[in-house]
């Protein structure tokens, strides 16, 4: 069975940072042939796409809100995904979601794009 586990989350102070990781089991070896994603839903609030990857780290996309403070990278030797969060706002209080997406890159991916989904960690920023 494959499946995206997330890790990293926690609470913080506002201004804080944290890092987030996501690791793939069951299909190691094709880590590398899939564009990967971040995504976060706060309570009451639709799920919103954070930032994705390209395969080989080639291409990156950061929501307006994210960037400059997030960065997302990804060691396809460790089929690992990470999600660096500097900066923390309160409002990035949210569930965080690690997704696998297509093989292609391309500028208008969204979340139907996304097949396989982590469970979650959350991350709470306080003021």
């Known amino acids: 069975e494959v499946k995206l586990v997330s890790s990293g989350g926690g609470s913080v102070q506002a201004g804080g940072s944290l890092r987030l990781s996501c690791t793939i089991s069951?299909?190691?070896?094709?880590?590398?042939?899939?564009?990967m994603g971040w995504f976060r839903q706060a309570p009451g609030k639709e799920q919103q796409a954070v930032s994705y990857i390209s395969r080989t780290a080639g291409y990156t996309y950061y929501s307006d809100s994210v960037k400059g403070r997030f960065t997302i990278s990804r060691d396809n030797a460790k089929s690992t995904l990470y999600l660096h969060m500097n900066d923390l706002k309160p409002e990035d209080t949210a569930m965080y979601y690690c997704a696998q997406g297509p093989r292609r890159w391309r500028e208008s991916l969204g979340r139907p794009d996304f097949g396989l989904w982590g469970q979650g960690t959350q991350v709470t920023v306080s003021s």
């Open positions: 069951g299909l190691r070896l094709t880590f590398d042939a899939y564009t």
